[in-house]
């Protein structure tokens, strides 16, 4: 093997490697981002609940 066959195939291992880091990156972030993204919006669904009550108790009567 030449000198060049060898950087290339120590070329081609390195970026097969920090292809796999970074697509495990992606999916680790992935997972991480629906399940934080999932219990967000089940808090703002809260507040949006509490929120609406607040108003709608507020309200005169007959403009509900």
Do not use: H, Q, Y
């Not at 934080?36 to 089940?42: L, Q």
Request: aromatic share 6%; net charge negative.
């Amino acid at each position: 093997m030449t000198k060049s066959d060898n950087s290339t195939i120590l070329g081609l291992a390195l970026g097969g490697f920090s292809g796999v880091l970074v697509g495990a990156s992606a999916a680790i972030g992935f997972g991480m981002g629906r399940s934080f993204g999932r219990m967000a919006c089940e808090r703002l669904d809260s507040l949006e609940d509490k929120l609406a009550t607040v108003w709608i108790n507020r309200m005169p009567e007959g403009l509900e």
